[in-house]
């Protein structure tokens, strides 16, 4: 067999054709991976869409928390082998060499590679990992239940880090979709109170049922009011919100002295204040996936039982309908691709 079927991205805008393509062969380094499941994340989206400064070339093939086994090693392929359970990440590869993968910070390499952006990802039966940033399945996870971790969790578990926040502290959740959801199971598995905010009642229940104790849905009152009366401020605030209006809304939320940790990335904007952030000493930060390790850790968090994303499987010739329905904000949890 020499071809696969694969979702590729001819145009950006354009709906995604589902074709075949060559299955590509593995070069120094890098293992073929036969996939079993992927997630698709709103990242997915605005890939397809073109929505970021620095746009992807098409034609590619989007996703990034595809799992799979591996079925051929290039050369030089040391600690992974034929049969091993692995998935790729958004963090496709980095240099290893510069200052920021020297001092632990790998995710800000120049020279990095983005999985299903600036090489081709897991939307396809087939896909190519460099063997040295492949997330290692642990044996007996289930591919479609474990595929969100591989950038949702990794991702969430890092901004949380990044937070600060406590044991004992409040957190708000802002968002609860695909990342979000995951976000308030690491935030309680980390000790964390949990506020939730999202403009959808299905998501909020969601977070309900993982754990938060305050809801507050940002379509009927106003999310800093509402989290400044109920908990007086938090001492964090995530915002994995897919709208601009979000990030204004997470300076106002945090007590004095808070953190706020952007992981969503919609195209735009929004006004930042600057006397609040002065006066009230204010912490405001971008954090990015994570690093091999934090996916190691987030992973591990799923191993032992703690993280339950809330997963739907459906096929890849349903691509084009799960992005429309991801744009709308129709998806509860993480939709998989099932292959
Ligand atoms: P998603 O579509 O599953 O979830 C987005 C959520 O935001 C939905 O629940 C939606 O109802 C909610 N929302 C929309 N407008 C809101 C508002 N005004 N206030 C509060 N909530 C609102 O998307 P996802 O897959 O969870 O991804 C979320 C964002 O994070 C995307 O922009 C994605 O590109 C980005 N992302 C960033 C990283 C990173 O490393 N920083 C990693 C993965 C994804
Ligand atoms: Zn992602
Ligand atoms: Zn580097």
Redesign the pocket.
Same mark, same amino acid.
């Given at each position: 067999m020499t071809s696969m079927q694969a979702a590729v991205v001819n145009k950006l805008g354009e709906k995604l054709s589902v074709e075949e393509v060559e299955i590509p062969k593995p070069g120094p380094g890098e293992v073929l991976v036969k996939l079993v499941a992927t997630g698709v %994340?709103? #990242?997915d989206l605005?890939a397809a869409e073109g929505d970021w400064p620095v746009q992807p070339s098409p034609p590619f093939i989007p996703g990034h928390e595809g799992v799979g086994e591996i079925v051929a090693v290039g050369d030089g392929v040391t600690d992974l082998q034929v049969g091993d359970m692995v998935g790729n990440a958004?963090l496709a590869s980095a240099c290893g060499v510069c200052e920021y993968c020297r001092t632990g910070w790998e995710t800000l390499c120049e020279q990095q590679q983005n999985g299903g952006y600036s090489v081709d990802g897991s939307f396809g039966q087939y896909m190519l990992v460099d063997a040295r940033f492949a997330a290692r399945i642990p044996e007996g996870a289930d591919p479609a239940d474990i595929a969100p971790i591989l %950038?949702?969790g990794v #991702?969430v578990y890092k !901004?949380l880090k990044m937070s600060e926040a406590r044991p004992g502290q409040w957190v708000v959740i $802002?968002? /609860?979709?695909?990342? !979000?959801h995951i976000a308030v199971q690491y935030a309680k598995a980390m000790g964390l109170r949990v506020a939730a905010?999202?403009?959808?009642d299905e998501?909020l229940e969601l977070a309900r049922k993982y754990g938060a104790e305050v809801l507050v849905n +940002?379509r009927n009152e106003d @999310?800093v009011e509402a989290i400044q009366a109920k908990i007086g401020g938090s001492h964090a605030v995530l915002v #994995? +919100?897919?709208?601009p209006? +979000?990030f204004g809304?997470a300076i106002g939320m945090v007590r004095r002295g808070g953190t706020i940790v952007?992981?969503?990335? @919609?195209p735009g904007n929004f006004p930042a204040p600057i006397f609040d952030i002065v006066l009230k000493g204010l912490t405001i930060r971008? $954090? /990015?996936?994570g690093t091999r390790q934090d996916m190691a850790e987030a992973i591990d968090f799923y191993d032992r039982g703690l993280i339950h994303p809330n997963v739907t499987t459906r096929s890849l010739e349903e691509i084009n309908d799960v992005l429309d329905e991801?744009k709308q !904000?129709r998806?509860d949890g993480?939709v998989v691709i099932g292959y």
């Amino acid at each position: 067999m020499t071809s696969m079927q694969a979702a590729v991205v001819n145009k950006l805008g354009e709906k995604l054709s589902v074709e075949e393509v060559e299955i590509p062969k593995p070069g120094p380094g890098e293992v073929l991976v036969k996939l079993v499941a992927t997630g698709v %994340c709103h #990242t997915d989206l605005h890939a397809a869409e073109g929505d970021w400064p620095v746009q992807p070339s098409p034609p590619f093939i989007p996703g990034h928390e595809g799992v799979g086994e591996i079925v051929a090693v290039g050369d030089g392929v040391t600690d992974l082998q034929v049969g091993d359970m692995v998935g790729n990440a958004w963090l496709a590869s980095a240099c290893g060499v510069c200052e920021y993968c020297r001092t632990g910070w790998e995710t800000l390499c120049e020279q990095q590679q983005n999985g299903g952006y600036s090489v081709d990802g897991s939307f396809g039966q087939y896909m190519l990992v460099d063997a040295r940033f492949a997330a290692r399945i642990p044996e007996g996870a289930d591919p479609a239940d474990i595929a969100p971790i591989l %950038c949702a969790g990794v #991702t969430v578990y890092k !901004g949380l880090k990044m937070s600060e926040a406590r044991p004992g502290q409040w957190v708000v959740i $802002s968002g /609860i979709g695909g990342l !979000g959801h995951i976000a308030v199971q690491y935030a309680k598995a980390m000790g964390l109170r949990v506020a939730a905010v999202d403009i959808a009642d299905e998501k909020l229940e969601l977070a309900r049922k993982y754990g938060a104790e305050v809801l507050v849905n +940002a379509r009927n009152e106003d @999310p800093v009011e509402a989290i400044q009366a109920k908990i007086g401020g938090s001492h964090a605030v995530l915002v #994995t +919100a897919v709208h601009p209006d +979000a990030f204004g809304q997470a300076i106002g939320m945090v007590r004095r002295g808070g953190t706020i940790v952007f992981n969503g990335l @919609p195209p735009g904007n929004f006004p930042a204040p600057i006397f609040d952030i002065v006066l009230k000493g204010l912490t405001i930060r971008g $954090s /990015i996936v994570g690093t091999r390790q934090d996916m190691a850790e987030a992973i591990d968090f799923y191993d032992r039982g703690l993280i339950h994303p809330n997963v739907t499987t459906r096929s890849l010739e349903e691509i084009n309908d799960v992005l429309d329905e991801l744009k709308q !904000g129709r998806i509860d949890g993480r939709v998989v691709i099932g292959y």
